[in-house]
């Protein structure tokens, strides 16, 4: 009677599903966060070539030692967050501060011995048949 409605195809629907997840990502502002996220691996493994990883992990997160990246990533976070009032999401975007602590080393309790009563096996030998099974009904 009536034709059928025809369905968006796939293909649309999984372009359509993708582009709103980039617009909502844009909309909090999670490029910011990605572009820092590649400066700060850029910093590290430059860092990391000249020293320890240790001193490479301390440069980066300090915030003395900022690579052009972060800066314009600090500048432009802040042009697009003008609107916050809030001072909790202002010293959240102030930077990242890592936490180093020493290597802590786990040694294994002593060994135990463990002595373990041995096992005798006892056979039983029997020179009885086993009884046979009942008729079946129907079979002679």
């Known amino acids: 009677m009536f ?3 025809s ?4 293909l649309w629907l999984r372009h359509a599903q993708r582009g709103t997840v980039l617009l909502l990502c844009l909309a909090l502002g999670l490029q910011w966060a990605l572009l ?28 003395q ?14 042009n697009s967050s003008n609107t916050s009032s809030s001072t909790q999401e202002d010293d959240a975007t ?22 373990f009563a041995p096992l005798c096996e006892v056979k039983i030998s029997r020179n009885e048949m086993p009884e046979p099974p009942p008729p079946r009904r129907g079979q002679v």
Not at 7 to 10: F, I, S, T, V
Not at 97 to 111: D, G, K, N, R, W
């Open 36 to 63: 820092q996220g590649i400066a700060w691996t850029g910093m590290f493994i430059s860092f990391a070539r000249e020293g320890s990883v240790i001193e490479a992990v301390e440069k980066t997160f300090d915030g």
């Open 3 to 5: 034709p059928a409605a």
């Open 94 to 115: 102030k930077g990242l501060h890592a936490v180093l602590v020493s290597p802590t080393v786990l040694i294994p309790p002593a060994e135990e011995i463990l002595s």
């Open 65 to 78: 030692h900022a690579c052009e990246l972060c800066k314009k990533v600090k500048e432009g976070s802040q």
């Open 7 to 10: 369905a968006p195809p796939r």
